[in-house]
């Protein structure tokens, strides 16, 4: 049975709230690899995901890609929340990895709800914070981290992300996000494959431990 919107986010719980919601929400479904926010254009909704999963990463002018965080199901995007509060254009670029569900929230409830709904500040605020340390983990690990341990902690946000231990994806996906080059990225694989961590197929990484 699929969970309930209120079992996903329950800070939203509050039947004011539900009230509002229940008049501007619009649902909206996008199927794999389809692109929810572009660099540079300007955010039109908050998008509260109740179904599948998106990508959210950086780009530069040369198409290099910098993965910054899943956005699962319960789940909102935080660059989503910051650019409509002050009209903002988008930072970041996020790309549904499979068929995603969720409900569009237009931007101009941001401010009102703030003031006016305490379930919705404390959710924005939540958001926030696990936002802030995701992307701390992320700096951390490219100032810190080898690109193998990199390569390890990545998998193992994908897994935990899609509750499963094989992770399906292509070295070149894996290269993109972690800035590095398709040959490097299979060279580590066939390493931790070797030590006995993953188990290797088309399109497919099994992790083992």
């Known amino acids: ?65 910098l993965f910054l965080y899943y956005i699962n199901p319960g789940e909102t995007c935080a660059i989503s929340l910051v650019c409509s509060e002050r009209d903002r254009k988008s930072k ?10 969720f409900l569009a929230i237009p931007i101009r409830c941001m401010d009102e709800w703030m003031s006016a709904h305490k379930p919705w500040y404390y959710f924005v605020m939540e958001t926030y914070r696990k936002r802030f340390e995701e992307t701390l983990n992320t700096i951390d690990s490219i100032a810190f981290h080898k690109l193998d341990e990199r390569l390890l902690e990545y998998l193992n946000k994908i897994s935990v992300g899609q509750n499963s231990q094989t992770v399906k994806t292509t070295h070149q996906d894996i290269a993109n996000e972690l800035n590095s080059s398709r040959e490097v990225i299979s060279r580590l694989l066939k390493q931790m494959e070797k030590n006995g961590m993953v188990q290797l197929s088309r399109n497919q990484i099994d992790l083992l431990s």
């Open 92 to 101: 970041i670029k996020a790309v549904t990895v499979e068929d995603t569900k």
């Open 1 to 65: 049975m699929k969970p309930t919107f209120n079992e996903l986010f329950p800070t939203l719980n509050d039947s004011e709230l539900q009230k509002e919601l229940d008049q501007v929400a619009v649902e909206k479904s996008l199927d794999a690899d389809e692109l929810l926010m572009e660099t540079g254009k300007y955010i039109k909704f908050i998008p509260l995901v109740t179904a599948g999963r998106l990508k959210v990463y950086r780009e530069d002018d040369e198409g290099h890609e």
